[in-house]
């Protein structure tokens, strides 16, 4: 074997090892739009439901029920790429974080039963799901969305038990920010496309010959 083929050898080898070593997952952009942001510690319009006069440990109740819903969503819409995984990381989610979800769930019962007139809260927190739900519901764009979700999966799927809210409160933002309509950042094209600029010759047949030509010089250039 010559040292040409055992260097090529050795450089095929150095790839799939990396690529080995790197969970799969869909690669939308060549660069990503940048989503970060501070981490959500109270009532935010656009970003949480607001929960009124609630105490810190209901706040992180609502935090972490929404991170749940988000990636509930994220479950039922991103099955198009099956890299993303969205399904199996929302369950093991479910799976890992059991009684942190239901801790959540329990708290929010009872915040709606101290705040609401209607029996028991059931109506309050059956309106506050509603409203989770169609709050994530509204994607822009569902690339960035998807991807979004499941790297922000990973990361609940990876906490500590009894630490979701850790990753609620650090990126439920980033979650919000991942359902707005940005494309393509390297580049300015996808999605971002100045239509404004292009030019539709007219098809009226004075402008086109008998051979099927367009004829510039009746009606201008394109």
């Known amino acids: 074997m010559t040292n040409k083929v055992l260097r090529f050898l050795c450089g095929l080898l150095a790839i799939a ?131 979004t979700a499941a790297d922000i999966a990973h990361d609940a799927i990876v906490a500590p038990r009894g630490k979701l809210y850790v990753v609620a409160e650090n990126r439920l933002r980033e979650m919000r920010n991942g359902m707005r309509l940005l494309g393509e950042q390297a580049f300015g094209g996808r999605l971002g496309l100045d239509m404004s600029q292009v030019r539709i010759p007219r098809f009226d047949p004075a402008c086109w010959t008998k051979q099927n030509y367009y004829n510039a010089r009746v009606c201008g250039p394109i």
């Open 17 to 147: 090892s990396a690529l080995s070593a790197t969970p799969a997952s869909a690669q939308f952009f060549f660069k990503n739009p940048d989503l970060k942001g501070a981490p959500v510690t109270v009532n935010e319009p656009g970003v949480t439901l607001a929960l009124p006069d609630a105490t810190p440990v209901e706040h992180r109740a609502g935090l972490v029920w929404s991170l749940r819903a988000a990636l509930n969503i994220a479950a039922l819409r991103c099955q198009f790429e099956p890299t993303l995984m969205s399904v199996q990381k929302y369950n093991a989610v479910l799976i890992d974080h059991q009684a942190e979800l239901k801790m959540s769930l329990d708290t929010l019962n009872k915040y709606f039963a101290r705040t609401s007139k209607t029996k028991k809260g059931t109506v309050g927190l059956d309106q506050y799901g509603t409203r989770l739900y169609s709050m994530f519901s509204n994607v822009g764009s569902q690339y960035l969305f998807c991807q």
